[in-house]
T-cell receptor, first 114, second 109 residues
Framework: KAGVTQTPRYLIKTRGQQVTLSCSPI?????VSWYQQTPGQGLQFLFE???????NKGNFPGRFSGRQFSNSRSEMNVSTLELGDSALYLC?????????????FGQGTRLTVV | SQQGEEDPQALSIQEGENATMNCSYK?????LQWYRQNSGRGLVHLIL?????REKHSGRLRVTLDTSKKSSSLLITASRAADTASYFC?????????FGQGTELSVKP
């Protein structure tokens, strides 16, 4: 069974631009959650999508948004990029919502904002 | 706010020794998941333990959970150099996994 796939793996963007990251969950999993990892703040929860609906949200500004498609694939968008958005963005796939079953992570997308 | 706080922050042991990492959290949880991460790569899922469970095993891993003390521990027995990584506990609070800063484990051959 294929694992969680995140694309692209690496991305360099300029301040003020926007970026879209993609996450394909494990087949059959309906929950996708997103995390940001930085050296200073560690791993922080962004949001969770389940059955195309945002189920939960962390404390990030509105520049961070996401969506989930009917095939459970999810995208995360960051608009008006800031230098501080440079981070490793990880998505996790889970069988049910609320992360009540094992959450399996992808390899991440490393975003650098210059 | 951080929910899972790992202790110690860093641990260095010799191959063959056991490694114990502890985790404390602040509020009630649905479950608690342990992960391993190598050099800023993706997180590898180790074990999920539910709030009504006290202990779980998986190979050389043993996880305990004490909900009265709001704490969990991860024991790696007979460690190997390949176990060198950062280990995170992630309590599930209200449907969110809340990570601490992790424990950096170094296993010397």
């Amino acid at each position: 069974k294929a694992g969680v796939t995140q694309t692209p793996r690496y991305l360099i963007k300029t301040r003020g631009q926007q970026v879209t990251l993609s996450c394909s969950p494990i087949s059959g999993h309906r929950s996708v959650s997103w995390y940001q990892q930085t050296p200073g703040q560690g791993l922080q929860f962004l949001f969770e999508y389940f059955s195309e609906t945002q189920r939960n949200k962390g404390n990030f500004p509105g520049r961070f948004s996401g969506r989930q498609f009917s095939n459970s694939r999810s995208e995360m968008n960051v608009s008006t990029l800031e230098l501080g958005d440079s981070a490793l963005y990880l998505c996790a796939s889970s069988w049910v919502g609320g992360l009540n079953t094992e959450a399996f992570f992808g390899q991440g997308t490393r975003l650098t904002v210059v | 706010s951080q929910q899972g706080e790992e202790d110690p922050q860093a641990l260095s042991i010799q191959e063959g020794e056991n490694a114990t990492m502890n985790c404390s959290y602040k509020t009630s949880i649905n479950n608690l998941q342990w992960y391993r991460q190598n050099s800023g790569r993706g997180l590898v899922h180790l074990i999920l333990i539910r709030s009504n469970e006290r202990e779980k095993h998986s190979g050389r891993l043993r996880v305990t959970l004490d909900t009265s003390k709001k704490s969990s521990s991860l024991l790696i027995t007979a460690s190997r150099a390949a176990d060198t990584a950062s280990y995170f506990c992630a309590p599930n609070q209200g449907g969110k996994l809340i990570f601490g800063q992790g424990t950096e484990l170094s296993v010397k051959p």
